[in-house]
Structure formats: structure tokens, C-alpha cells
């Protein structure tokens, strides 16, 4: 059986790597995982996973890169001790490390690059530092995966290109379940009663100052905010809310299951996927929620300076995400929007499952 190991600095890890992982398995490949826990909670082990467990939380970049070095010699010894034919590195990130590993173990093992999303830095010159890193370990690389169609004018090809794209899994056409009705439709149902629309936060909660925009916006119109998710900016998140005197317009549901999307975009209106543009990551990126909000045929908001906003060709919302005003008109404008219609051809992870494991078996 050949092994593959898969680098990821999260955990839990996130939920495309998640998707790779269980491809691999399907498809009679060992795959080890070497991850990086940065919470509170101890990651229990498992066979096949190997956390590295330090409490010094997300989002903070200081102590990330600080404690580095201590997830480098983990995987270090995951790598030597397991002898992988292939390592799968998650984020560029992980691609520095495989490839550092590469050079100092001399083993003859392929890397293959899950670029989802793109070194950046508001920082110019720590931007170009970062993006000359990214080129050098690239040369290291066997294939390159793009999680978005428009990253590709941004990688010079010295490497095997495969666009894979966050597609939903074939599984969101489970019915919805009775424990997710329960979980989420009955405290929806009552905001509703209340004359509120629902808009939707769905994912790892980020980027605080454009949900603080968000939040601002529905103050004085005829929505509530649901939060469905964790992540590094979530206590930040419902600080603010408590500060603002808000909580009669945002409510927090916490981390969710995949099996319970069909349902939370059953009881949702509007779906938020837009994201900070001065990050220019968030230009050429494609979320999720594109395929998810067009599968599910939801109304969702873009930022207007987005190639996903450009790609698309009916009726959605587009917002300036750091203008207040610009987000609640948009919002009001929903309420007359009437039908809406899927900009994008239904294609599962499953369906494209078979082409990466070709490119796979290859190297």
C-alpha cells in the first residue's frame, strides 16, 4: 500500500484537506497525518494522526512562526518514520516545511502543493519575502493543486497544474436530518416570527473587521445574523456584539457537521461570502459558498472587486465590504430580488475525485 503524508497546521484540519484525506482512503492509500493543534483542547490520537499539541491559539502570527520550528522537527519525524511515497503539504505553509524535509532527508518521496490559498502580507516587502519562499520550495514540487480557476495567472507552470476547486460533496443531498432541525430550525423559525430575513456567516469565523461591518449593518434593517462556526476571531466576534448592545441581532450556533449544511442553508436567506480585498488572496480566491449558495440556489453577497464577482452572470448581491451603507442597500435590495438562478454547473468533489487520482498515480 502506498503512503501518503498529509501536512496541515490546523486542527481540527480544514475541511478541503479533510476531503483529500478521505479520497486517499477510498482509493487504497495509507494516509498519515502529521497536524498542528494550536487550542486549548488536547487532540486525542488516533491511528494514522500525529498532533503536535501547543496552547498558544490562532491567529496570532508572532507565536505561530515563533513555534515553528517545534511543528518542523514533529513532521520531520513523521516523514523519516514513516517513509511516505508521496507528501501532500496543505497551504504554503506546509509546503515550506515538506520541502525543507525533502532537502535535509535526501528521501526520493513527491511532494504534491494544495495551494488554497496564497501567501500574503499587508506588509509589501514581507509579501515579497513570502512569495520568493513559496518559488523556492516550489522547485521541490511534483504537482501543484489551485483551489481557484484564477490562481492560475499567478503560477508560471514549472510545475504540473490541476485546478481542483472547492465543490460540495455529493453528500449535501442527504435529507436534512431530525437532529438538525432541532438543532437550528426552531430558534430560526422564532427570528423569522419576528420579521427578520436570516443572513449567514457559514465557516471559520475570521476576518472580525468585516464581520464587524456586517453586523453594523443590519442594526437598523430587517435582518439577523447567524453565525454557524468556530474560529480565531469568534470571542473578538461576540465581545463586540455584547459591546454594541447587539445580541437581539446576531445569534451564535458554533461549530457544525457537514451533514447539517442542507439544513442551515434551509433556514438561511442570505449568505455572506465576502471577504477582505485589500488581502489580495481574497480577490482570486473562489469560497465554498460559491458552489455551495449556487447548489443550494442561495442568494449570496460578494465583494465587488472579486473574479468571482465577475465570473458570475445572475443576480447577486455585490458589496463594498468595508462600506457600511453599501452592505445594508444591498441587503434591503434582496427583498425585491424574486427568483434566483444558479450561476454555476453542479459539479461534487466526487465527480473530479477521479482525475486527481489519475495525476496521482502518475507520480
Known amino acids: 500500500m502506498k503512503k501518503i503524508v498529509i501536512i496541515d497546521t490546523t486542527w481540527p484540519i480544514n475541511s478541503r484537506t479533510e476531503k483529500f484525506k478521505n479520497t486517499f482512503i477510498k482509493n487504497e492509500y495509507r494516509a498519515i497525518l502529521s497536524a498542528w493543534n494550536r487550542g486549548e483542547n488536547v487532540a486525542d490520537s488516533k491511528e494514522n494522526e500525529f498532533v503536535l499539541n501547543t ?21 520531520y519525524k513523521v516523514i523519516k518514520n514513516t517513509n511516505p ?46 512569495q520568493f519562499i513559496e518559488k523556492l520550495a516550489l522547485k521541490k514540487v511534483k504537482v501543484t493543486i489551485l483551489a481557484s480557476r484564477f490562481y492560475s495567472e499567478l503560477y508560471d507552470g514549472k510545475t504540473e497544474l490541476f485546478v481542483f476547486e472547492n465543490y460540495p460533496s455529493n453528500s449535501l443531498n442527504f435529507d436534512i436530518t431530525l437532529e438538525a432541525k432541532e438543532k437550528y430550525q426552531e430558534t430560526i423559525d422564532a427570528l423569522r416570527l419576528k420579521g427578520n430575513k436570516i443572513v449567514s456567516w457559514i465557516g471559520v469565523v475570521r476576518y472580525s473587521e468585516i464581520i464587524y461591518n456586517l453586523i453594523l449593518s443590519i442594526k437598523n434593517i430587517d435582518f439577523h445574523l447567524c453565525i454557524f462556526g468556530d474560529g480565531p476571531s469568534l470571542s473578538e466576534v461576540k465581545n463586540f456584539v455584547l459591546e454594541n448592545k447587539l445580541e437581539h441581532k446576531v445569534t451564535f450556533f458554533g461549530r457544525y457537521t457537514q451533514s447539517e449544511l442542507s439544513c442551515i442553508y434551509a433556514n438561511t436567506d442570505v449568505v455572506w461570502a465576502a471577504y477582505p480585498t485589500l488581502d489580495y488572496n481574497a480577490v482570486y480566491a473562489i469560497s465554498n459558498k460559491y458552489f455551495e449558495c449556487s447548489f443550494f440556489s442561495k442568494l449570496p453577497v460578494f465583494s465587488l472587486k472579486t473574479k468571482m464577482s465577475e465570473n458570475v452572470t445572475s443576480d447577486v448581491l455585490l458589496v463594498n465590504e468595508y462600506d457600511i451603507d453599501s452592505i445594508s442597500k444591498e441587503l434591503n435590495r434582496s427583498m425585491t430580488l424574486s427568483t434566483f438562478k444558479p450561476y454555476e454547473t453542479t459539479v461534487f468533489w466526487e465527480d473530479r475525485e477521479s482525475h486527481f487520482i489519475e495525476v496521482l498515480n502518475k507520480i
Not at 505561530?64 to 522537527?73: A, R
Open 85 to 130: 511515497n508521496v507528501v501532500f503539504a496543505s497551504h504554503w505553509d506546509s509546503l515550506v516545511i515538506a520541502a525543507s524535509i525533502k532537502l535535509l532527508l535526501r528521501r526520493e518521496f513527491e511532494i504534491i502543493y494544495d495551494c488554497l490559498d496564497l501567501p500574503t502580507s499587508k506588509n509589501k516587502y514581507i509579501l515579497k519575502l513570502l
Open 55 to 75: 496552547k498558544i491559539g490562532y491567529g496570532n502570527h508572532f507565536y505561530k512562526l515563533l513555534f515553528l520550528l517545534s511543528f518542523f522537527y514533529h513532521t
